[in-house]
């Protein structure tokens, strides 16, 4: 496998979205060809990505003319126009061969066809922030939570009041809720020249039984919905 | 005047470092009735809440510093932080 390929991104529609993934791609050490047919949009990425090319994307013949042959994943954010996102995946897997194409949703139908097409990836970023903004209102404690499965979860937690001051044997969160703490995310307190407070935020992987919990730390656990519930009400 | 805040600066920093943020938090209140919106006393205190992810309390000590000084970067980079998150 051609490993520098790995490295090679394409980002076609660069909105809001397309701009922040390319940007942070590009920020990561990937190597970003951004497209758009706006003249705006590519002036505004020009100084942030490797290439950044001005041209309409449903034109099968330049695609081919760009060099995505080099392109490993496509990301395809063209806002809500679904004629056009459509014709650009089929190009991007039947044509072109891109092996990891990720496209952006506007709704489920739009989805399904993306699907047929063969688009690996099929994302709704809108609808992914309302529900991590909506999980976070209902349940402020939880900073954070990743589906693995329709039963069970990792959640990032912040430590209740009662495991303050313990160890994690002592607290012995398997045995009382049935879940595992796989790491602990904390900042440590720091300071500086005149006595200015700072810290360094540090993440404890696999913590040890005789690790000490302290305020402010975040427990990272995995384990079955129903029981990870269970914590939150602590 | 100047020694004495510099005193709570340093028994606050004190209780912050041996992770006693409750006493550490006590310390600067008490020094911000004396020094009231006094920017060092603000801004670790809001470094305190932070660490400890109270971050309403947080964004109050940083805001509080920034109504009076708009260019404390510090206090602006840690806001904006917290607001992003």
């Known amino acids: 496998m051609d490993k520098k390929k790995e490295h ?12 922040a993934v390319a940007t942070l791609l590009s920020e990561k050490g990937m190597e970003i060809l951004a497209i758009d047919e706006d003249e705006n949009k590519v002036e505004n990425i020009v100084n942030k990505v490797a290439h950044a090319v001005q041209m309409n994307a449903t034109n099968e013949q330049s695609l081919k003319e760009i060099g995505m042959e080099d392109v490993h994943t496509a990301i395809v954010s063209v806002g809500d126009d679904i004629a ?10 039947d044509t072109l061969k891109i092996k990891h194409v990720i496209a952006k949703a506007t709704d489920q139908k739009h989805a399904r ?10 994302i709704f970023p809108e609808y992914e922030s309302a529900k991590r903004l909506a999980d976070s209102l209902v349940s402020p404690n939880i900073f954070d939570m990743i589906e693995l499965s329709d039963k069970h979860n ?81 | ?5 510099e005193k709570v600066l340093e028994s606050g920093s004190f209780y912050f470092l041996n992770q006693q943020f409750k006493m550490a938090i006590k310390i600067y209140r008490k020094g911000l009735k004396e020094y009231e919106n006094d920017a060092d ?7 305190v809440y932070e660490s400890i992810n ?7 000590c940083f805001k509080k510093i920034l109504e009076k000084d708009k260019n404390h970067e510090q206090a602006r980079k840690h806001l904006e932080k917290i607001i992003k998150t």
């Open chain 1, 8 to 19: 090679v991104y394409a980002v076609i529609g660069l909105g809001n979205f397309g701009n």
């Open chain 1, 84 to 93: 056009s996102s459509l014709l650009i995946c089929t190009y991007l897997k």
């Open chain 1, 113 to 122: 066809v993306l699907e047929k097409i063969g688009v690996d990836r099929i």
């Open chain 1, 154 to 234: 990792i959640v990032e937690i912040k430590a209740p009041s009662s495991f303050f001051g313990r160890t994690l044997e002592e607290i012995d969160i398997r045995k009382r809720f049935d879940v595992n703490i796989i790491a602990i995310k904390r900042n440590v307190p720091t300071a500086k020249d005149g006595f200015m407070n700072d810290f360094e935020e540090t993440t404890i992987i696999s913590p040890s039984p005789k690790e000490q919990i302290v305020e402010g730390d975040v427990l990272v656990m995995i384990g079955l919905k129903e029981h990870l519930e269970n914590i939150e009400k602590i």
């Open chain 2, 1 to 5: 005047m100047q020694e004495e805040k």
């Open chain 2, 41 to 47: 006393l603000l801004f670790n205190l809001g470094i």
């Open chain 2, 54 to 60: 109270d971050t309403e309390h947080a964004k109050e």
